[in-house]
């Protein structure tokens, strides 16, 4: 085993064992939750709502409300040739208030996400995309809920037909630059998850994908 010295009482010590430090972070990653018991609370074609009666980490029993969706985010971030983007607009009924974001929609479990990437273009901004590249994956409010969210890069626009749905027909489309866009989900002025998230990683990785 290798040893090192203690400079205060000049004493050998041993070291960690190789793989030790690795070992111990494996067993932060167990599941510390027990789940005694599910009861099901609400259930609507969009999501379902569950109680579960569990055993918290400290030990102690408690309630956990889990919010599952019927489908998963997809949001799209369209880019043009002149390096500008387009934002939607809608006044959120959950928030109270008027949200600026990109284009997205639900995407069903059985449906392939790049599929529901070009439909929803299409439908919120008119645009078709000749080329998606998916950006990132990432959990939208993982203290309450299960969902994942997908981003994608969509460029070669091409003009399509905008189809907005109901809850959709207040929509605003705005065209901004893309540095615009990064600029105003720095500032606060977007604050959807999926549009700040993909955004940001855009500024970060504007090279990788040519734009």
């Not at 030990?59 to 919010?67: A, E, L, N, Q, R």
Request: one cysteine or more; a negative charge.
């Amino acid at each position: 085993m290798d040893k090192r010295i203690d400079k205060a009482t000049d004493r050998p010590v041993a070291r960690t064992p190789a793989g030790a430090a690795e070992k111990a972070e494996g067993k932060t990653m167990e599941n510390p939750w027990k789940t005694l018991s599910t009861q099901p609370v609400y259930n609507n074609d969009w999501i379902k709502v569950e109680e579960h009666q569990v055993i918290t980490p400290g030990g102690s029993p408690g309630i956990y409300g889990k919010v599952s969706f019927k489908n998963q985010a997809v949001g799209i971030i369209p880019v043009d040739a002149q390096g500008n983007t387009w934002l939607v607009g809608q006044y959120r009924y959950t928030l109270n208030e008027w949200s600026w974001e990109i284009p997205m929609g639900g995407s069903p479990k059985n449906e392939d996400h790049q599929k529901t990437a070009l439909r929803e273009l299409e439908e919120e901004t008119g645009f078709k995309a000749g080329q998606l590249s998916e950006l990132l994956c990432l959990h939208t409010s993982n203290s309450i809920t299960d969902e994942r969210g997908y981003v994608y890069l969509a460029t070669d626009l091409t003009q399509g037909k905008q189809q907005l749905e109901d809850t959709e027909k207040d929509m605003q489309l705005r065209k901004v630059s893309l540095e615009d866009a990064i600029a105003m989900a720095s500032s606060g002025e977007i604050t959807d998850a999926l549009s700040v998230a993909g955004f940001f990683y855009l500024a970060l990785n504007r090279e990788k994908f040519g734009i």
